[in-house]
């Protein structure tokens, strides 16, 4: 075989191959750009998506004639986005005193990988305000909800208490958590692969909903009174603890329950577990002169006294 003829197929096999190639490549782009696009973009898209939660509101909890008992509010919580912060030790140092943690801990969340972080939720206002004037870049502030009591320690025990997170974790706020709770949302809007706000991105809100209310058969005068007394007898007494409990006896309706110690509900988890059990349910309690008036009613009621029986004592 001559070489021209040899050099000729070697050209047409190169060609050949390269035109196989090529069509592989140009069938992939057109997979990828046309019978694919839609798919792969919405990809991107999602992946350029950073979702931040918006809490639901959490149900109120009220007496029976409506008054809320437990309701919410608006507070802040400092957070941090690591990628933004120049010098996250100097960061570090100026929010340690304000926030009340070691500048060790608050570096260690701001040097993590991640677009977004918590350093401590839902601060009082004054720390708030602490916190945005110093004004670091990459350091924010993020509503939230709070729960919120609009008299303070009154009913604390049957009311509960919820965590961070919003969710029940002692009283009426565990018991109806799912009930209370609400379905959270979200804002979305897109960055960078740097972590980076996008310039005319797009942003979407996808609204939570909000719990629903519970209705309970207190009432808020009777508790406001009997929350008096119990102090009161307490004090006098010198007690190490005690309760009243108001019941309607034709319907079995809690009316008002108190005891004593009491709790600060503001301190949530961080409060003393013990202080926060409601003994006058958990606690078996030795029956004493409870069963004088169960006595009498079954002596009425089998006529062996009436209402005019007088007690009498027998000489000793």
């Not at 509960?160 to 379905?183: C, P, R, S, V």
Request: hydrophobic share 40%; charged share 25%.
């Amino acid at each position: 075989m001559s070489t021209g003829v040899l050099q000729r197929r070697r050209t047409v096999a190169l060609i050949g191959i390269f035109a196989l190639v090529f069509t592989a490549l140009t069938g992939r782009m057109i997979y990828l750009q046309i019978a694919a696009g839609d798919f792969f973009a919405d990809k991107a898209f999602r992946y350029r998506m950073r979702p931040v939660p918006i809490q639901a509101d959490r149900g109120q909890i009220l007496d029976r004639n409506g008054y809320p008992l437990l309701t919410n509010r608006v507070c802040e919580s400092v957070y941090a986005e690591p990628i933004l912060i120049q010098n996250k030790a100097a960061a570090a140092q100026a929010l340690a005193p304000i926030l009340n943690m070691e500048p060790e801990e608050l570096e260690k969340r701001m040097s993590r990988h991640t677009f977004f972080e918590w350093l401590k939720r839902k601060v009082d206002p004054e720390v708030a305000a602490q916190v945005k004037a110093l004004n670091i870049t990459g350091i924010g502030l993020a509503p939230e909800k709070c729960r919120y009591y609009p008299e303070d320690e009154l009913a604390v025990h049957v009311l509960g208490i919820a965590n961070l997170d919003h969710q029940g974790i002692e009283g009426l706020e565990l018991t109806y958590n799912e009930y209370l709770k609400g379905q959270n949302g979200q804002i979305q809007c897109e960055y960078t692969a740097r972590g980076l706000p996008m310039e005319d991105g797009e942003c979407h809100v996808i609204y939570g909903t909000p719990g629903h209310d519970l209705v309970t058969t207190l009432d808020v005068n009777l508790q406001r009174i009997i929350e008096r007394d119990v102090e009161r007898a307490v004090l006098e007494t010198r007690a190490q603890r005690a309760a009243i409990i108001v019941m309607d006896v034709k319907t079995g309706e809690i009316l008002a329950l108190a005891q004593w110690p009491r709790y600060d509900p503001e301190l949530g988890g961080n409060s003393d577990p013990q202080l926060r059990r409601i003994f006058t349910v958990t606690d078996a309690l030795n029956p004493g002169s409870i069963f004088k008036p169960i006595t009498a009613a079954a002596a009425l009621d089998s006529g062996v006294i009436d209402r005019n029986t007088v007690s009498t004592t027998p000489d000793a």
